[in-house]
């Protein structure tokens, strides 16, 4: 009977996946390069065949070693979950945070019930607006937190990602291709006017509003079911559609940053628990923003 997998063999195995070669992972994992070569040897030995082929410059993985790459990053990852979760200091407390509704689906509310699972003791309400009635109610002390859109400012403020809005179209509808365009857009927007309308007029395009709402969701529902183009965060792009680039005729509408707000009267170990919540939340679109 082959031994069982032990998690510190999969770190090893997950240093030397990432690192392409055990020098460099030995240095990554503070050991000596035996000790990760022993690793190594042990887990391909419990497997009962190889996971990595040696070359001259380092080592790729086998098929089998390709097979083994998620489970390790499952494991190890939830392995560092359960000791992150059970080692911090438990938080209580109200924590009021408020978020757009471009994120309400997609983003925020893994990292959301994340938190409330970590600190049950805390009481987490989320409140769901546009950007100024959210600085309005983060100035009236109604919230501790806002993550808005926010143009380019001198203002310091923390920055959790770029995320551009494009026009976007249904890939079987293909609303881009009539004129004159029909076009989604918000209720007495003064962003639809000053952004969305301008980018049409900029490239002399045609359109008449087909639909008319308040909310991203609406603007997601609108296109996808082929009543009209929109303009939306790139991040929040619904599955069979797909952004108007220049190749279409289109252009950027914006070039918005996610923006962290506080609340100027204060904080608390709760709250600031939530901003690292928030950013690690952002941290994969931020990062693919700067690619």
Same mark, same amino acid.
């Given at each position: 009977?082959?031994?069982?997998?032990?998690?510190?063999?999969?770190?090893?195995?997950?240093?030397?996946?990432?690192?392409?070669?055990?020098?460099?992972?030995?240095?990554?994992?503070?050991?000596?390069?035996?000790?990760?070569?022993?690793?190594?040897?042990?887990?391909?030995?419990?497997?009962?065949?190889?996971?990595?082929?040696?070359?001259?410059?380092?080592?790729?993985?086998?098929?089998?070693?390709?097979?083994?790459?998620?489970?390790?990053?499952?494991?190890?990852?939830?392995?560092?979950?359960?000791?992150?979760?059970?080692?911090?200091?438990?938080?209580?407390?109200?924590?009021?945070?408020?978020?757009?509704?471009?994120?309400?689906?997609?983003?925020?509310?893994?990292?959301?019930?994340?938190?409330?699972?970590?600190?049950?003791?805390?009481?987490?309400?989320?409140?769901?607006?546009?950007?100024?009635?959210?600085?309005? *109610?983060?100035? $009236?002390?109604?919230?501790?937190? &806002?993550?808005?859109? =926010?143009?380019?400012? %001198? #203002?310091?403020?923390?920055?959790?990602?770029?995320?551009?809005?494009?026009?976007?179209?249904?890939?079987?509808?293909?609303?881009?291709?009539?004129?004159?365009?029909?076009?989604?857009?918000?209720?007495?927007?003064?962003?639809?006017?000053?952004?969305?309308?301008?980018?049409?007029?900029?490239?002399?395009?045609?359109?008449?509003?087909?639909?008319?709402?308040?909310?991203?969701?609406?603007?997601?529902?609108?296109?996808?079911?082929?009543?009209?183009? *929109?303009?939306? $965060?790139?991040?929040?792009?619904? &599955?069979?559609?797909? =952004?108007?680039?220049? %190749? #279409?005729?289109?252009?950027?509408?914006?070039?918005?940053?996610?923006?962290?707000?506080?609340?100027?009267?204060?904080?608390?170990?709760?709250?600031?628990?939530?901003?690292?919540?928030?950013?690690?939340?952002?941290?994969?679109?931020?990062?693919?923003?700067?690619?």
């Amino acid at each position: 009977m082959l031994p069982p997998l032990d998690s510190d063999l999969m770190r090893g195995f997950l240093a030397v996946a990432d690192a392409g070669s055990v020098t460099s992972a030995a240095d990554q994992l503070g050991r000596t390069q035996s000790a990760v070569s022993m690793q190594i040897r042990k887990l391909e030995d419990s497997l009962g065949q190889s996971v990595f082929v040696r070359e001259p410059r380092g080592v790729s993985l086998t098929a089998r070693g390709k097979q083994l790459l998620p489970y390790a990053r499952r494991v190890v990852g939830l392995l560092d979950e359960a000791a992150t979760a059970l080692r911090e200091k438990p938080l209580s407390g109200p924590v009021r945070v408020g978020i757009p509704d471009e994120y309400v689906q997609s983003i925020l509310p893994s990292a959301l019930a994340s938190f409330s699972l970590r600190h049950p003791e805390t009481k987490v309400t989320a409140r769901c607006d546009f950007s100024a009635p959210q600085l309005t *109610a983060l100035s $009236a002390d109604k919230i501790d937190l &806002a993550v808005v859109y =926010e143009g380019y400012s %001198e #203002d310091e403020v923390e920055v959790l990602a770029v995320d551009p809005t494009v026009w976007v179209t249904s890939i079987s509808h293909a609303q881009h291709l009539q004129r004159p365009l029909p076009i989604s857009i918000y209720f007495s927007s003064d962003w639809c006017r000053d952004y969305a309308l301008h980018s049409l007029e900029q490239i002399g395009m045609d359109y008449y509003p087909a639909f008319e709402c308040d909310t991203s969701a609406s603007m997601r529902s609108a296109v996808t079911n082929g009543i009209a183009v *929109a303009p939306l $965060a790139r991040s929040s792009i619904p &599955a069979g559609c797909r =952004e108007l680039t220049i %190749e #279409d005729g289109f252009i950027t509408i914006d070039n918005a940053r996610v923006v962290l707000h506080r609340n100027p009267t204060g904080t608390s170990p709760a709250i600031e628990a939530m901003v690292a919540t928030l950013r690690d939340a952002f941290c994969p679109l931020a990062n693919k923003g700067m690619d």
